[in-house]
């Protein structure tokens, strides 16, 4: 199930959070499209690093996922995970993760078409295993 926000949190473009079961409990993976041109930490950060595409994870009710939000990054044909502080992701949870972003990559394509093209292009849209 997948569901769309009318109302972004702060530097967001667009948002989409997809809900699944997860050893018998409702789950939830969340994503963001940052503005790179916004005035956030992590969007300052995006820049730094040199991305062309940013957003935000969070992640609900997911046993040993990390406890705060995280960015994913996009630089070229490279997309990451960025977690904050002291926070790991692990390859269990880039299992996880990876098909989620893949398909908010899709969702969102339509309405991005920039973003869309660029992944694309360097290989990432549509892509399984899209995180290793």
Request: charged content about 20%; aromatic content about 12%; overall charge negative.
């Amino acid at each position: 199930m997948v569901a769309d926000s009318p109302e972004l949190p702060d530097g967001a473009l667009d948002f989409r959070e997809y809900f699944f079961a997860l050893d018998g409990q409702q789950a939830s993976i969340a994503f963001t499209l940052g503005d790179p041109d916004g005035d956030t930490d992590p969007a300052r950060f995006a820049r730094e690093f040199g991305a062309n595409a940013f957003g935000m994870v969070f992640l609900f009710h997911i046993p040993n996922s990390p406890r705060l939000p995280f960015l994913w990054l996009q630089r070229d044909t490279l997309l990451g995970l960025q977690p904050a502080g002291s926070d790991e992701v692990t390859d269990e949870l880039m299992r996880l993760v990876g098909p989620y972003l893949n398909q908010f990559f899709t969702d969102i394509a339509p309405d991005h078409p920039e973003l869309a093209k660029q992944l694309a292009v360097n290989g990432l849209l549509g892509r399984p295993g899209l995180l290793h």
